[in-house]
């Protein structure tokens, strides 16, 4: 007969146990993964709806790895003093949104005034900008062939009158054409550039001297844009070829889509995202599709052709929850797509787009959906819900911003453009 310590761990060890396996159950599930969360329910015995909030077992294990690395970093050299919470999942200031309510009731929530401060400038025109996960950096691409990285609470400090403070802590020139797209890794100090050099090149922002790149990748083709899976393993290129290339970070291997339609598709690929969990990525194509693939497979499971009519489409974004796509095109539309069906579910209209490859992008709740208006040079806000414009802002960019990019963790975006400056936006107190 067992003692009452040894039950005790076997009880505890079955709890945990059932909570692993909802916890799996409810990931698939959350992830379109009906067949998989099926077969796994049914052999552990555990409900198919069980509610566990989206990306749970994510945000575990995340939280798991950083305690069994006892919260250091690989890849930070311990001579330089970065934020401690840098790679770290940051949650949410509210819940994900429930956009497949279609008719909501009651008044549009109105985006707080904000007020934007230059920060600096490019040579040339800045391309593009990236927050990292945690929100602590962002950086700048330039035509000028240049990078520069900002620590976000060094622009408070500066904002809030310290004349010591110096948000621009790198610069980097190790491309030879103008850069298109950037991102950071999740869980290390590497900043990656893609460029019209066709090369995509790892920098490591630890290091205060580096200037130039750890790593490179050659593709064939201008790399217009990049995406890191959230495992900082795998790397996706949208490149002037129309099928998205699938970099292994580690091994340099490029793999390529199995079953990519061939219909005389040829458009470019304008802008290329992960979901939060990476089962899932999609693309934005100058043909004027949205294409979806499975991320583990990278099979191509869904097509959206002519998303925004006869026009390109220049950017596309998932929801937290991966259920929906929020889409933007050269024929002045934002759209809200859903994952499952394809089928169109919101659409923001009231903002012309039809020259820059600019973005339509969500606030860090997802409350607000947010973009460039080219003709009047504004920055243009809607309820994310009622599709309502509740805001519109001068730009204060000398011509309309090429650019905007929101923190993933709090009310603060930038923008950048042609006028070589960078503008970081806060809430005005």
Request: aromatic share 8%.
């Amino acid at each position: 007969m067992e003692n009452s310590g040894s039950l005790e761990q076997t009880l505890q060890d079955g709890n945990i146990l059932r909570q692993l396996n909802a916890l799996i159950v409810a990931h698939l599930r959350h992830n379109n993964l009906s067949q998989a969360a099926g077969v796994v329910a049914s052999a552990t015995m555990t409900p198919l709806n069980v509610e566990v909030p989206p990306n749970r077992l994510l945000e575990l294990v995340a939280k798991g790895l950083a305690a069994e690395n006892n919260g250091t970093l690989r890849g930070v050299s311990s001579s330089v003093l970065l934020p401690s919470s840098y790679g770290s999942i940051t949650t949410s200031r509210t819940a994900s949104i429930d956009f497949s309510v279609t008719h909501v009731k009651g008044s549009s929530k109105i985006l707080p005034k904000h007020e934007s401060k230059q920060l600096s400038e490019h040579k040339s025109v800045v391309r593009c900008a990236r927050f990292s996960s945690d929100g602590m950096f962002f950086a700048t691409g330039g035509a000028d062939m240049s990078i520069k990285l900002f620590e976000v609470p060094k622009v408070k400090q500066m904002l809030s009158g310290d004349t010591q403070s110096r948000p621009l802590i790198r610069s980097f020139y190790d491309h030879a054409e103008p850069i298109n797209d950037l991102d950071f890794h999740p869980r290390s100090s590497i900043l990656i550039s893609s460029a019209k050099d066709k090369c995509i090149k790892f920098f490591d922002f630890s290091k205060t001297t580096a200037k130039r790149a750890i790593k490179v990748f050659q593709d064939t083709h201008n790399v217009r844009s990049i995406a890191l899976h959230p495992s900082g393993d795998f790397l996706l290129a949208g490149t002037d070829h129309p099928i998205p290339h699938l970099y292994d970070v580690n091994t340099h291997q490029c793999f390529l889509p199995s079953n990519f339609p061939d219909n005389g598709v040829n458009g470019a690929i304008n802008q290329v995202r992960y979901s939060s969990t990476g089962s899932l990525y999609v693309t934005a194509s100058k043909d004027g599709a949205i294409r979806l693939f499975d991320g583990v497979s990278s099979k191509c499971v869904r097509s959206i052709s002519g998303a925004h009519g006869k026009s390109e489409v220049t950017s596309v974004l998932f929801t937290r929850d991966q259920r929906f796509v929020l889409s933007s095109g050269k024929d002045s539309t934002v759209k809200l797509w859903e994952v499952a069906s394809g089928i169109i579910v919101k659409e923001y209209i009231g903002a012309k787009r039809v020259k820059l490859r600019s973005q339509a992008i969500f606030n860090d709740t997802e409350e607000f959906v947010i973009s460039i208006d080219e003709a009047n040079n504004e920055v243009v806000t809607w309820d994310a819900r009622t599709t309502e414009k509740v805001a519109k802002w001068p730009s204060n960019h000398n011509g309309a911003p090429r650019w905007i990019e929101h923190s993933p963790v709090e009310p603060v975006f930038v923008t950048c453009g042609t006028d070589r400056s960078v503008r970081f936006w806060k809430e005005s107190v």
